[in-house]
Structure formats: C-alpha cells, structure tokens
C-alpha cells in the first residue's frame, strides 16, 4: 500500500455500499491492473464529439467517470480540453494512471460518492466510456444523480455503453482464468436508458449504434 499511496494522490475516501457484483468487478480490474493497461487498445472518438468541441464553454473542467488508468485522456487533448478530474474507485487502475499521466488529477472515488468530494455544479462536462455498463440496473438512477448533482445545468455528457439487453459476466479484457475475478456487464437499449436519463435531468441531443467487437451504444446528453 505504502507504494500505491506514493502514486497517487488521494485522501481517505470512504467508498459507499457497494453490492457483490460491484465489489467483484473492482476486484476484477485490480487483480489484472497491469496486464489490462499495457493492452488495451487505443480509444477512437472522432465520430462522437462533435457536440464537445462546440458546445463547451472555453477551458472546461471535466469529470471523467470510471477513468481507470487514463485511457480517455488522449481524446480529452483532441478536444483541446486540459482539465479535468478522473475518478475510479479501482485503485490499482488509478495507481497506473498516476504513473502514466503524473500531472493528471486521479482520484479513487466511487460513482456514488461524487457529492462527498466536489460541491454541487462545479464542472462543466462528464465523460462516462464504457464504465456505466457496471452499474447494477436498479441503481442507475442513482449513479446518474450523483453525476448530475456535481455538473453544472447546461453541462454536456458522454456517455458509451454496450447495446443490447443482456446482464453477464465476463473476464477482463481477452483473459479467460478461471483463477482471476470477472466483472458484471449489463446492456442497455436506447429505451431502456432514456427514462432513467430523464429522471436524472439529463437530455438525449445525440445518440447511434457502432458495431465494432460488439455493439455499442454512444449517447451524448445535456444537464437540465
């Protein structure tokens, strides 16, 4: 731990609940932390931010949720977007992001606790890549408050998740070992999404289906 507290800079947080299947998926990110970021490949996101790069305000501050070991951060630097806040409450993903991108603000916070650690309204976009799709059905709306208590009204949001209607679990990455933990997936319809958005104040402006290793679902929203 004494080397992981070197790496990254970060406070006592308090992680609220979680249920099995969360804990089981962190658990899963961490015990493959270093295999997982040496080969996942590089993020393409040139067909889905143009809503980004004209609708925010100049130097915006973004909060980038489930930001494991800085994966989005190339794209944030294409969007000409220089700060920004990562959270993940996996800390083994946030120690090699720390190492990765020194300069970068990773914090190993959970989802649910977002209104413990940053007043109300204070950042002006959210960046959510393939991260809500472990959140446990039943409590997506409470993820998404959490995320709309901490941006601004008229604050633009991103958000990607694997299409369909399916809950599973698989390993991480390409990885099959019986002896490694394997995280929970829940798929998501434009449907099904878009009630639990709009409870959450946050408004669909685009949305479309890409097929590429398995459909996704890309949705950009606004705060209301």
Known sequence: MDNLSNLVNRERYTMSTLETEETATIAAYNAIAERYAD???????????????AGMPPDPLMLDVGCGFG?????????????????????KLVAIGKRYWPAA????????DLSSHFPQEHF???WACT?????????????LDAIRNVIKR???????????EQTFQRWVGNHANEVEPRLTVNQWTL??????L??????????LSWQEDGEMLYISVEAR
Do not use: K, Q, W
């Open 124 to 126: 002006d976009a959210f």
């Open 191 to 196: 449907e099904t999404f878009r009630p639990i």
């Open 39 to 53: 080969e996942a490949e590089p993020l393409h996101a040139d067909g889905f931010i143009h809503h980004f790069r």
């Open 131 to 143: 991260t809500l799709m472990h959140i446990p059905r039943h409590r997506m709306r409470e993820a």
């Open 198 to 207: 709009a409870a959450a104040r946050l408004s669909i402006i685009d949305n």
């Open 154 to 164: 008229g604050a633009l949001g991103f958000i990607s998740v694997p299409a369909g």
């Open 71 to 91: 994966r989005s951060i190339p794209i944030f630097g294409d969007m000409g977007i220089r700060r920004f806040v990562g959270i993940d409450p996996a800390e």
């Open 105 to 112: 603000d990773f914090r190993i916070i959970g989802v649910y």
